[in-house]
């Protein structure tokens, strides 16, 4: 049996929520759109400013999410994501708000990850900021009880440019930083057997810190690819 080629057309796009930003977005990250091998609409919140949804839990920025998400819903999108592994907290809101499947959080992974673990084994979560990933958080996205979570370091790199939205970053000392944490998560706690990457941006490091640690990562691109597959799954040749 042979399979028939998708075509972009055959399918509505994924419609992305985006925080209003300025920092890079190299390939990997969600918000780059040749990371995608399928149609993707972008709609920027533009009240929505990292630090504000991160350490604020996007206080007051509900309707803004939901307007977003209604006219890209509008524009004819199959299913709803975000480009912040905190909106967690807007999943259900949002779920309600629009007739589409929505994935808000790479977290949203973790409880089904953790099902294909051995039962001695546990899910890692690596994040931007732990201080600001609160059990609220982990509670909307189903996280099981007792997950260890890892934050970056507030003088990273990564956290510089990420938190503070700035138009420059230095992809290698990043790459750096980030399998360095994701080591400690596991030297930290010896049971993790698979990372959960919370923060989007930290896709493009997925294959570094996978090298490095020995073990399955998952991110918002492992998580949205599995999600377009199901809202537009794919066409076989029949014999």
Not at 6 to 32: H, K, Q, W, Y
Not at 192 to 210: D, S
Request: glycine letters at 6%; hydrophobic letters at 45%.
């Amino acid at each position: 049996m042979t399979v028939a080629k998708n075509r972009e057309d055959s399918c509505a796009a994924v419609g992305i929520l985006m925080l209003n930003t300025r920092f890079p977005r190299i390939p990997g990250d969600i918000g780059n759109k040749n990371t995608w091998p399928f149609a993707t609409k972008f709609r920027v919140v533009h009240r929505a400013l990292p630090v504000d949804v991160v350490f604020e839990k996007a206080a007051g920025l509900l309707d803004d999410f939901i307007e977003a998400a209604t006219s890209l819903v509008a524009e004819g999108v199959s299913g709803i994501t975000t480009s912040c592994g905190f909106l967690s907290l807007f999943q259900q809101d949002l779920s309600n708000a629009v007739n589409v499947p929505v994935a808000s959080s790479s977290l949203m992974q973790a409880s089904m990850v953790k099902r294909l673990l051995p039962t001695q084994r546990q899910v890692g979560i690596l994040t931007v900021s732990d201080e600001a990933l609160t059990e609220e958080h982990l509670r909307c996205a189903a996280v099981p009880e007792g997950t260890p979570v890892v934050g970056m370091s507030a003088d990273t790199e990564f956290s510089r440019v990420f938190l503070t939205n700035q138009p420059t970053l230095d992809v290698q000392k990043a790459c750096s930083e980030l399998v360095a944490t994701a080591k400690m998560l596991v030297n930290d706690h010896p049971r993790v057997g698979a990372i959960i990457l919370e923060c989007t941006n930290m896709a493009p490091y997925a294959h570094a810190i996978g090298q490095a640690t020995g073990l399955p990562v998952f991110s918002m691109y492992t998580f949205v690819s599995w999600f377009q597959a199901g809202l537009c799954p794919a066409e076989f040749a029949r014999e």
